[in-house]
């Protein structure tokens, strides 16, 4: 507004120099100084408001130039009618800009009518001039605002976008560390739960195994510990206390996995196939998980005596592609849950026997989404012989 105030202001000034110069009203006699000074105030006043009522603003200028025009007080109201033109096409639009026209023609003939002694074809030329000019502006001008305006609003939604892909980039990170502390937290707590309670029992009659347990509890623990505080370093942001980082466990550290198991109390026997040192790392992460989540169940659920395989291999061929195929069986009673037929991983549904998957239960949620996330699949259920089983197959590389 201060740039259209300023402008106002020349004009203003321009009308009260002719004024003042006798060069103003009929004949060169121009009309008494209160009637043209408030007419000249009020023709240039409503370009100030322009911009925030432009359809206001021009007609209220087109009707006072009127007065303005009838008296020939000066030269602000043809500037002031072509600035209201331009002011409509720029920010209302064509239509209403078409309709002003018609009313400045309708204007010039009414002046061409009454007025004799100006040559009509001058006015007509003048006028025609005038609003080709100020018609052509306002076109190149709005159509450079639309553009800017587009542009904004394209910025906008790509910022709306990055904020909701942020916002889903973190609920994945907090889901992802949410299984990783239920892995973490449930294996080791299960492990010292089991090894505490068969201390207690055979702290009167075996010291010695008592003393065993404790130790398996006391290291337990200590892992736990170490991994739940790189999860919470990784939380902070930190790097620690100069302590040096260690990689997430993969596929090479099940043979480790089966040592604390069988120091648990239960016989794990294990076969790893070749070909999993080069695994992608989050393919090697989820066969760990998927591992030791299977062999924490077997500890809490089947039962004392109970003995567990596990089978992982890398198979491969024109029709399943390179996969790992998770094998981890156990021959204790277990606890079936309730099952549901269900279609489980990326494959499409097929006309065969839906495969058999347990509904609820965390660790089994987790397993279910580290098997799915790489488009693998997931079957969890009793054991044809007895006892529980988790069959999981991954495929190596991702589908594109």
């Not at 064509?94 to 002694?117: C, H, M, N, P, W």
């Not at 006028?127 to 190149?140: H, S, V, Y």
């Not at 889901?175 to 080791?188: Q, T, Y």
């Not at 580290?370 to 009793?382: D, H, I, S």
Request: glycine share 12%; with cysteine.
């Amino acid at each position: 507004m201060a740039g259209d105030t300023l402008l106002a202001v020349v004009l203003l000034f321009i009308d009260f120099v002719l004024f003042v110069g006798g060069s103003v009203g009929t004949e060169n006699h121009p009309p008494p100084w209160f009637i043209s000074l408030p007419i000249d105030v009020a023709m240039v006043v409503p370009l100030v408001f322009r911009r925030k009522k432009p359809l206001v603003s021009a007609y209220v200028v087109y009707f006072v130039a009127i007065a303005h025009g009838a008296l020939s007080l000066g030269f602000s109201s043809a500037a002031a009618l072509a600035m209201s033109l331009y002011s409509i096409l720029v920010y209302i639009g064509r239509k209403q800009g078409l309709i002003y026209v018609g009313a400045l023609v309708l204007l010039t003939g009414v002046e061409v009518f009454t007025d004799k002694s100006t040559p009509w074809l001058g006015n007509a030329l003048f006028t025609a001039f005038g609003i080709a000019l100020c018609w052509t502006l306002g076109e190149f001008v709005g159509a450079r605002r639309a553009y800017q305006l587009e542009v904004e609003a394209r910025l906008h939604l790509l910022e709306t976008e990055r904020d909701q892909a942020t916002r889903i980039a973190v609920a994945e990170e907090r889901g992802r560390i949410a299984r990783e502390l239920h892995d973490v937290v449930a294996h080791s707590v299960s492990v010292m739960v089991v090894q505490a309670d068969g201390a207690a029992l055979a702290l009167p009659t075996n010291p010695e195994l008592a003393g065993r347990a404790l130790h398996t509890i006391s290291e337990t623990g200590r892992g736990a510990l170490g991994e739940l505080r790189r999860l919470l370093e990784v939380l902070r942001g930190d790097h620690g206390d100069g302590e040096p980082r260690v990689p997430q466990p993969d596929a090479n550290a099940l043979g480790e996995l089966a040592e604390r198991m069988r120091g648990a109390g239960v016989p794990v026997d294990l076969e790893v196939g070749e070909g999993l040192t080069d695994l992608p790392a989050g393919v090697s992460l989820g066969i760990y998980r998927i591992v030791q989540e299977s062999l924490t169940n077997t500890l809490k659920h089947a039962g004392t005596g109970a003995r567990a395989e596990v089978r992982v291999h890398r198979k491969g061929d024109s029709k399943t592609g390179d996969v790992v195929e998770v094998l981890v069986r156990d021959d204790g009673a277990g606890r079936a849950r309730q099952l549901e037929q269900v279609t489980v991983g990326a494959a499409a549904p097929s006309k065969k026997a839906p495969r058999l998957q347990v509904a609820g239960g965390n660790g089994l949620i987790g397993m279910r989404e580290r098997a799915n996330v790489y488009g693998g699949t997931l079957e969890v259920g009793p054991a044809p012989a007895g006892g529980w089983q988790v069959r999981a197959v991954l495929p190596v590389k991702l589908a594109p």
